[in-house]
């Protein structure tokens, strides 16, 4: 490879990532079904559903794909799952969004 050759390194995408829905819903229409779904998500994880919590908070991720509240909840379902580096990279993307959101 020549040396000014740029090494790009591929997307990560998180094998729960949903595909994203937002740009077919007008702004209150996302933000009221992910809402809905980190909801669902949040009485899952509060069960201990942890899975059932990652696929709430991957769904409303679909409406919401930069939203750093469900991507810190999420985060911390893959913690309780003890999915690590999933976990890693969803506080990362949280972080990356919302560097304000104190989570």
Known sequence: MPADEEF????????????????????????????????????????????????????????????AIILSNRALAYIKLENYGLAIQDATHAIESDASYPK
Do not use: C, F, R, W
Request: proline share 5%.
């Open 8 to 67: 790009s390194q591929p997307e990560i995408k998180n094998a729960d990532d949903e595909p994203d829905l937002s740009a077919n819903e007008s702004k209150e229409e996302a933000e009221t079904k992910g809402l809905a779904l980190k909801d669902e998500g949040n009485a899952a994880l509060k069960d201990g559903h942890y899975s059932e919590a990652v696929h709430h908070y991957s769904m409303g991720l679909s409406h919401l794909p930069d939203n």
